[in-house]
């Protein structure tokens, strides 16, 4: 395969992919009703210069990291994902390590979830994707920090304050999650990776992971401090997808109320700040 062929193939699949199935709003005249390179460049988080070069055949070798930021933001099949790695030169990730696809049925849901704040995560609690909402309400550090256990014990932040059960109960099950992924999946070096920065690092999480106690999540109903728009008391539910491993967390205020207002305007500066 040739960089020709990987910019034909990403150029075609641009093409294909209207905005608003994006999560982008259109605006203005197009001359096509594809992604612009600098809409594709925006969703898969690297530079317009380096689409230009990857259509165009004139950058090799993208990484792997580039090629599935690539196929998600185009929203890939599985085939076409796997298509996409082989033009790259190579091979999509395997079983042997945790899984970051996400399928188009899953895209549609939480393109549907607009009064939500939603997040997917992998099995190891990465972030793979998120509403503007999300972002807006979790305004987390970026980066490999993003991970949400490793941010939860090396790295808390206020805005979300749980009562001791509700710590507890939260330690228990994301440590647990690792613990299940990691039986799952034995050759991802970067979840043991994770796991061994976590257990040299925090006390709290080796007592945990040492302990040895499994639990599942369960809803919970959490108070969030927004410098924006105040407190708000949300629902907490985590969704799991079964086929491709992945957790969708959405937090939801009950209609009517002062916290769904809150919600309600912080969707408005999420929009305001993710078209910026």
């Known amino acids: ?3 020709t ?3 034909q193939a990403l150029r075609r699949w641009r093409d294909g992919v209207r905005p608003e199935a994006a999560g982008l709003t259109s605006m203005g005249q197009r001359r096509a009703s594809g992604l612009r ?4 460049a925006l969703l ?3 530079s317009v210069d380096y689409v230009t070069r990857l259509e165009q055949g004139r950058a090799t070798g993208p990484s792997a990291q580039v090629v599935e930021a690539l196929a998600r933001a185009l929203r890939l099949g599985r085939d076409e994902r796997e298509h996409l790695f082989l033009l790259a030169g190579l091979a999509a990730p395997g079983h042997g390590v945790v899984p970051t696809h996400i399928t188009p049925g899953v895209r549609r849901l939480l393109d549907r979830l607009t009064g939500a704040a939603v997040s997917v995560y992998d099995a190891a609690w990465n972030p793979i994707t998120a509403n503007a909402l999300w972002s807006a309400l979790d305004g987390g550090p970026p980066g490999p920090a993003r991970n949400i256990v490793w941010r939860h014990f090396l790295q808390p932040t206020d805005r979300v304050v749980h009562t001791d059960d509700q710590e507890q109960a939260f330690r228990t099950s994301v440590v647990s999650d690792l613990r299940a992924a990691l039986a799952r999946y034995p050759a991802d070096r970067d979840l043991r990776a994770l796991i061994d920065d976590l257990l040299t690092r925090s006390p709290e999480f080796a007592a945990v992971w040492e302990a040895g106690v499994m639990r599942v999540h369960s809803s919970a109903r959490k108070t969030v401090h927004h ?3 105040g407190t708000m008391v949300l629902d907490c539910d985590v969704l799991t997808v079964p086929d ?3 957790r969708i967390v959405a937090y939801t205020a009950e209609p009517g109320t002062p916290d769904c207002d809150r919600l309600t305007l912080l969707g408005v500066v999420g929009q305001q700040t ?3």
């Open 1 to 3: 395969m040739t960089a």
């Open 5 to 7: 062929e990987f910019g």
């Open 37 to 40: 390179r600098e809409e594709l």
């Open 44 to 46: 898969a988080g690297i």
């Open 227 to 229: 410098p924006q728009v």
């Open 244 to 246: 491709g491993d992945l």
């Open 274 to 276: 993710f078209a910026e």
